[in-house]
C-alpha cells in the first residue's frame, strides 16, 4: 500500500489522483446514464433538437461538478480561478440577465407547454399563431401577418389566452329585433340556422334567449358552439344566414329610434336614426 502514497507530482499521491479519476469515470457513467433515461423520457414531449441542447447542458453540468470536486485532490487551486470567475459571472450576469430569464423560461414553456406550433393564442395584448417555439424566443404570426418575436420571459410571466386549447369553443352576439315584430318567430328562426349548420354542435346545444329591452329594439343574445378550428367562419356564415331569414320572414332589424314628445303630449314625433357606417 505504500505505493498509494506515493507523489506523482507537488503533493498529489497516486491514491489521490486514482481516487479522483474513478470519481470523474462514476460521473461519466452517471451522467450518460441520466441523459439516456430522460431522452427515452421526453422523447414524445419535446421536439429532438431542443431535447439536445437541453440534455447536453445536464452533461456537462454534471462533469464540471464533479471536476470541480475533486481538483483540490489533483493539486487545483481554484481560489484565484474563483476570484476572477466570480467577477467574470457578476459581470456576465447583469450583461446576459434577459437571456438567461429568457434561456429558463424557455425550458420550462418547452417542458410545460402550455402552448405549442398552431395554436392560435393572444399574450402580452398580441394575438396570433404560434409558428415556433425556441429556447429564447416564441415566434408568432399575427391574424394580419405580421412576423413577430415574443421573449419567453414575457410568455412564462403573462397570461396566455389559448384559442385552440379545446376542440371546441363557444361564440355569441346581439341581435336587435323591433317591437313591432315576432319575437317567438325571431328566436326560432335563428335556433333553427344554428341546428341546421353542419359544424354547430348539438351539445352544448345552441342556446338563443331575449337578453334585453333596448332603447329601439328586444335584442336577442345568440349562443353556438363550433370546433375551434372554424368557429370564425361558422359565425360569419350564421349571421348573414340570419339576416337573409329575417328579411324573407318580415322580422325588422330597427336603426336606432327616439321618440320626442311636444307639450302636454298630445304631439308626438318618431323618428329614425341612421347611424353612420
Known amino acids: 500500500m505504500e505505493i498509494l502514497n506515493t507523489r506523482i507530482y507537488g503533493e498529489v499521491t497516486l491514491h489521490d489522483f486514482l481516487f479522483a479519476a474513478l470519481v470523474m469515470a462514476l460521473s461519466v457513467i452517471f451522467a450518460r446514464v441520466l441523459t439516456r433515461s430522460l431522452r427515452r423520457t421526453l422523447s414524445e414531449k419535446i421536439e429532438k433538437d431542443r431535447l439536445e441542447v437541453i440534455l447536453k447542458v445536464i452533461y456537462f453540468g454534471i462533469i464540471t461538478v464533479a471536476f470541480l470536486s475533486i481538483s483540490p485532490l489533483i493539486g487545483i487551486n481554484l481560489s484565484g480561478i474563483l476570484v476572477a470567475g466570480g467577477i467574470l459571472g457578476i459581470i456576465i450576469g447583469f450583461a446576459s440577465q434577459s437571456t438567461v430569464s429568457n434561456l429558463i423560461s424557455g425550458i420550462f414553456i418547452i417542458l410545460e407547454k402550455p402552448i405549442k406550433i398552431g395554436d392560435a393564442i393572444e399574450v402580452e395584448g398580441i394575438r396570433g399563431v404560434v409558428e415556433d417555439v425556441s429556447i429564447l424566443s416564441t415566434i408568432m404570426r399575427t391574424f394580419d401577418g405580421l412576423y413577430v418575436r415574443v421573449p419567453n420571459e414575457k410568455i412564462f410571466v403573462s397570461n396566455i389566452i389559448n384559442f385552440t386549447a379545446h376542440v371546441a369553443r363557444r361564440f355569441e352576439f346581439m341581435i336587435g329585433v323591433s317591437y313591432s315584430s315576432d319575437i317567438k318567430k325571431a328566436i326560432e328562426l335563428i335556433r333553427k340556422i344554428g341546428e341546421e349548420h353542419p359544424f354547430v354542435l348539438k351539445n352544448p346545444e345552441p342556446q338563443v ?69
Do not use: C, H
Open 209 to 277: 334567449f331575449v337578453y334585453e329591452f333596448g332603447d329601439s329594439s328586444v335584442n336577442l343574445n345568440a349562443r353556438f358552439w363550433a370546433p375551434s378550428q372554424v368557429w370564425f367562419s361558422v359565425r360569419m356564415e350564421l349571421l348573414e344566414r340570419i339576416k337573409k331569414e329575417f328579411d324573407e320572414n318580415g322580422i325588422e332589424i330597427p336603426f336606432p329610434q327616439r321618440v320626442i314628445w311636444f307639450g302636454d303630449g298630445s304631439q308626438k314625433i318618431s323618428e329614425s336614426l341612421e347611424e353612420s357606417t
